[in-house]
């Protein structure tokens, strides 16, 4: 289940106070629209300077870019239908869900790919354009979605097997449990999630326990290096907590009875919002380069130099 979608179902059971509910939901649209603004400006920039269209790091982190726009609108509008909408019709909340699972699920795995690719680059920088080339890097793209794809689309196979076709016109609150409430795919989810943590945690400890070695022994820009793997380890870890979000959640339903729509809503901005506004950080201003052409597009389209 997304933290979207466990604060739906915080919301059925306790529902909040109108200021409150309005707070809520001001401020994550407010921060949402603020992340995609700026994301949109990352993508115009990447996609008018042939300089960042013929780099693999910049082609992965503008696939990256994309990805979590498109969760975050969708994370986000889920948020605000839990608390007006309330009820979907069963085939727009399954569309819904599967494409916000898609695109979750891809952020670890973009994020294990670039620490790949960055590894490569700091410890074999001979043979790095050899071995990441922007062909490899469209097919590696697309075997992350292949990726996703399997891990979720047997949770619609499963539910048009087990459920009558009446279930498909019947109107639900817009979670992963109504949209696919057969008991094998929450199993499936969660042996899927497992998986999944290990690979991404052991690629990123090893490619970034080399890069931190290889750092530390050069003679420029160690510090400026450090500090960026320190950012990108602080995101895999908080993207990674989609994997864990369902026994994340489970744990705070247990640990705080009595505020759980308040606990939910810290764990939605946590797993889904925050992850979404480092990037930005760490191309759009640490990145020399990415930093000199964006300013054109967000300072009031003043000419890069």
């Given amino acids: 289940m997304t933290s979207a979608a466990l604060n739906v179902t915080s919301v059925v059971r306790y529902p909040d106070p109108f200021s409150k509910a309005v707070a809520k939901n001001v401020m994550v649209v407010a921060v949402g629209i603020t992340i995609v603004y700026i994301n949109a400006s990352l993508i115009h920039t990447f996609s008018k ?5 013929m780099n693999p790091r910049y082609i992965l982190f503008i696939h990256m870019v994309v990805n979590d726009m498109i969760q975050l609108i969708l994370a986000i509008s889920l948020f605000v239908i839990s608390y007006t909408i309330r009820q979907l019709s069963v085939s727009i909340c399954s569309i819904l869900v599967l494409v916000t699972l898609f695109t979750s699920e891809n952020t670890p795995l973009s994020l294990a790919c670039m620490a790949v690719e960055c590894y490569i680059a700091v410890c074999m920088p001979l043979r790095h354009a050899q071995i990441w080339t ?3 890097t469209h097919l590696l793209i697309g075997f992350m979605w292949m990726t996703s794809l399997v891990s979720v689309l047997p949770d619609l196979f499963i539910t048009l097997a087990t459920e009558p076709l009446e279930f498909y016109h019947s109107r639900v609150f817009c979670v992963r449990e109504t949209a696919f409430p057969n008991p094998i795919a929450i199993k499936k989810r969660d042996y899927t999630y497992y998986v999944y943590l290990v690979i991404v945690w052991l690629i990123i400890f090893y490619t970034y326990f080399k890069i931190l070695f290889t750092a530390k022994t050069a003679s420029k820009s160690s510090k400026k290096a450090r500090n960026t793997i320190l950012l990108h380890a602080v995101q ?3 993207c990674t907590t989609t994997y864990a979000a369902p026994q994340l959640n489970e744990f ?9 729509a308040d606990s939910l809503f810290a764990s939605f901005i946590i797993v889904q919002i925050l992850p979404r506004s480092i990037s930005p950080i760490i191309y759009g201003v640490r990145d020399n380069t990415m930093r000199k052409y ?3 597009y967000l300072l009031c389209n003043v000419r890069a130099p």
């Fill in 252 to 260: 705070i339903l247990k640990t705080f009875p009595k505020d759980q």
């Fill in 49 to 53: 300077h042939q300089i960042f269209y």
């Fill in 236 to 238: 895999v870890l908080l």
């Fill in 294 to 296: 964006l300013k054109r």
């Fill in 134 to 136: 922007i062909r490899r």
